[in-house]
Nanobody, 122 residues
Framework: QVQLVESGGASVQAGGSLRLSCAAS?????MGWFRQAPGKEREGVAS???????IYADSVKGRFTISKDNAKNTLYLQMNSLKPEDTAMYYC???????????????????WGQGTQVTVSS
């Protein structure tokens, strides 16, 4: 069992930046960031594996950067040029060990954090 704890969410103005962190209680190989706005389905934002292979949703490409510190078992999401439509609860997630593909599908992840709120005002 892996426990995940996110931090770093805040309220910012459009154009601003935030860095989210997710501390894992154990080692993981594939992790991802997801977000869910009120009334909308959870969507994949970015995913990374320990060899730094990563993928991004089209909506965040060029603005968000996912990274993973394997020694610290910590996942990060650097968010720049934030837009009001980025407002959501952000969750980190991890796949079971033995699964090596990055993925933006929530169904592929077994462990979830409690979420951290990001609010972007115009």
């Amino acid at each position: 069992q892996v426990q995940l704890v996110e931090s770093g969410g805040a309220s910012v103005q459009a154009g601003g930046s935030l860095r989210l962190s997710c501390a894992a209680s154990g080692s993981t190989y594939v992790m991802g960031w997801f977000r869910q706005a009120p009334g909308k389905e959870r969507e994949g934002v970015a995913s990374i594996r320990s060899d730094v292979t990563s993928i991004y949703a089209d909506s965040v490409k060029g603005r968000f950067t996912i990274s993973k510190d394997n020694a610290k078992n910590t996942l990060y999401l650097q968010m720049n040029s934030l837009k009001p439509e980025d407002t959501a609860m952000y969750y980190c997630a991890a796949r079971l060990r033995g699964w090596y593909s990055v993925s933006l599908s929530a169904a592929d992840y077994n462990y979830w954090g409690q979420g951290t709120q990001v609010t972007v005002s115009s």
